[in-house]
Structures are given as structure tokens and as C-alpha cells.
């Protein structure tokens, strides 16, 4: 039975989510004295916000004895690319986390990877996304390096993903399945996260320890949503409005309208993958995750969504199991889905 990873950010929501259908979460931590000097390429997890992560290691602490109290796993992020100046402070990291009891590291960079063997006994090591597992040589290559589990990148086919899988039984693979279908590959990216927070002048009236402390808290969801996919659309390169060019006379230009409305910000928040849960099922994935550690208070909405998406598995088949899908899905968040949203569109 596939499970669900979440993302958490604070401690409030552990009940919640697990209550949602949760089997893990996931979660990083700023302390204070890190956001004195954070900026959007210094961040040791991929999100450098306050209100993207916890705010201390002795909330992680409260955090991972609440989840194992449920019988659920806590795994921390470290997956990022670091530099020789940045792995001290990442080791720094790994060692208090480990002192919290978390269950796993999501790591990307091969010398933290290589850093973590050290404590395979201890916690298993989950090769994120960023690290670009896109055969079955690869996984087998981490494999070896004491990984335990790999989060595949979300450009592979679902024929793919299936290949990949079927290579190793003692393997765990891990597929993406809502939210932040980013067009670009992680690894290869050299983007900034977040840069919007930084550089647009009204975004910046929110400054990240006021807005999560006083502001963010009690702006509805709609209008902290529209402030978000504001900046993205302003700075974030992976959310411009691009426009995709078709030569006349090849197989994908009938698929032009799909194409055209994939690459801006509204795709990229709301892309979903429930419709194939069937087909990754069948590819032995064992774990969806749900993307989105600065939600907008929609991480328990998302988690029970897929949540009775997964309770058909074994219960509707092929077309009938997208149809109820896709009515779940108007239920839970009052609009249509979008073929351009999709994560693993059936024509590639």
C-alpha cells in the first residue's frame, strides 16, 4: 500500500496530518541566529524562509516525540549542494538532528551523503529529488552508498519510473505526487529559491520573521496565496509566463493548448498526480509525497485528498478510477482539475 509523506512546519500540525492520512513527514529547521545571515543561496535545505521551516532544534525535538508517540516517522531536510565554508554548519546539523531522534535524512550532495554512512545505524539516508536519479545505474550507484530510499525526479514517465523500480526490490522509491511541479531538474538547476522574498519591494514589507510570527497567521489562505503566486510570477524564473514553440508537423502539435498553459505559476502550484496513483502502484512505488513545506494551510486538505484517492486502489479501474479522481478532487478544492496540471500526463 502506497503511503504519504508530508511536509510539516509546525508542531500544531503533527495530530492533524497524521489524523489526514499521513505515514511520515518531513521538515527542515532556521534557527534565529542562522537568519541573520540567511540568504536565498545560503539556505541548507532548499527553503529559506522561517515559515517554511521549524524555528528551533528543541521544536524538532517536541516534534519527533510527538510523531513517534503516533507510530510516525519525522525525516529532515539537508538538500542542498553545499560548499566547503557551508559543511560545518550542515554537520552541525546532522548531529543535533540525529540527538532529536529524527528517523531519516533527505539529502542530495554527494559528500553529505557520503558524511551520513557514518550513521546508517542510527537513521536511514533518503536521496531527494536534487540528486537526479533518472536510471536504474543511478539508483543502484546510491544504492551502494548506503541509501535507503530515492525520491525520483518529477520529469520521469510513469514508464520509466516503472522501469526504475522494477531493477531493485530493496530499494524504496518515492514519487512527488501534488503541488510545485517545477519545469526545471533540480539538480541541474541554477535558479534561486525564494528570491522573490528578497528582492521585490512590497514582498519585502513582509519580513520573513514578522510575517510568520504576526502576519502569516492571520491573513486568510486566499490572500497569502495571492501574495506568493504575486512574486513568484514577479522573480521566481520557474514560474515566468514562457511560451512554448511547436514546429508544424510533429507528433506534439496537437498537444499545443497543453503546452502552452504548462510553463507559469499556476501550473506549477497546483499540478497534481492523484490520477496516476494506479499506475505508480503497479510500479512498485511504495511513497507519494505531497510538496509544499510553505503551504498555505492546505497541507491537511492535500494529505486527506490523497489520502481517499488511495482508497480506491483495488476498487475502480483504468478510466472509471481518473473520473472518480477528478471528482474528488473538485470536492476538496472547488475547481475543475486541468490536463495542463497534471504531474504524469498519460500522453508524453
Known amino acids: 500500500m502506497i503511503k504519504i509523506v508530508s511536509p510539516i512546519t509546525n508542531i500544531s500540525e503533527v495530530d492533524p496530518l497524521i489524523d489526514a492520512g499521513a505515514s511520515e513527514l518531513y521538515c527542515g529547521v532556521i534557527t534565529g541566529q542562522e537568519n541573520k545571515s540567511l540568504t536565498s543561496i545560503y539556505c541548507l535545505n532548499r527553503r529559506p524562509s522561517l515559515f517554511s521551516n521549524l524555528p528551533s532544534f528543541k521544536e524538532l525535538e517536541a516534534l519527533v516525540k510527538k510523531a513517534k508517540m503516533r507510530k510516525v516517522k519525522v525525516s529532515f531536510t539537508l538538500n542542498e549542494f553545499y560548499t566547503e565554508d557551508q559543511f560545518e554548519n550542515v554537520k552541525d546539523q546532522v548531529k ?13 550532495d554527494l559528500g553529505l551523503i557520503k558524511e551520513l554512512q557514518k550513521y546508517k545505524d542510527r537513521v536511514e539516508i533518503h536521496v531527494g529529488v536534487g540528486a537526479t536519479t533518472f536510471n536504474a545505474d543511478t539508483a543502484g550507484f546510491y544504492q551502494r ?7 525520483l525526479p518529477r520529469q520521469l514517465t ?11 526490490e530493496n530499494l524504496e522509491f518515492e514519487c512527488l505526487i501534488l ?8 539538480g541541474y538547476c541554477n535558479f534561486l529559491h525564494s528570491a522573490f522574498s528578497y528582492q521585490n519591494p512590497l514582498l ?20 497569502s496565496k495571492m501574495i506568493h503566486v504575486y512574486g513568484m510570477k514577479k522573480e521566481i524564473a520557474c514560474c515566468f509566463n514562457y511560451k512554448a514553440e511547436i514546429n508544424a508537423g510533429t507528433a506534439l502539435l496537437k498537444n499545443r493548448p497543453s503546452l502552452d498553459n504548462f510553463f507559469n505559476a499556476d501550473t506549477f502550484l497546483n499540478a497534481c498526480g492523484a490520477c496516476s496513483l494506479q499506475a505508480l502502484d503497479k510500479a512498485q512505488i ?7 513545506r510553505v503551504s498555505f494551510k492546505n497541507k491537511v486538505k492535500d494529505v486527506a485528498f490523497i489520502a481517499r484517492c488511495l482508497k480506491l486502489l483495488g476498487k475502480e479501474n483504468g478510466a472509471d478510477f481518473c473520473h ?6 473538485r470536492q476538496t ?16
Open 204 to 223: 519585502n514589507l513582509f519580513k520573513y520573521d514578522r510575517f510568520r510570527s504576526k502576519i502569516w497567521q492571520l491573513l486568510p489562505a486566499a490572500i
Open 145 to 151: 552508498m548506503g541509501v535507503r530510499r530515492i525520491i
Open 96 to 108: 543535533k538532528a540525529i540527538d532529536c531522534g529524527i528517523d531519516a535524512f533527505i539529502a542530495a
Open 286 to 292: 511504495s511513497f507519494v509525497k505531497i510538496v509544499g
Open 179 to 186: 503541488n510545485e511541479r517545477c519545469h526545471f531538474i533540480d
Open 333 to 348: 478544492y472547488k475547481t475543475y482539475c486541468c490536463k495542463s496540471y497534471c504531474y504524469y500526463p498519460k500522453e508524453q
Open 158 to 168: 510513469l514508464d520509466e519510473i516503472g522501469e526504475i523500480c522494477s531493477k531493485d
Open 324 to 329: 472518480v479522481v477528478e471528482d474528488i478532487y
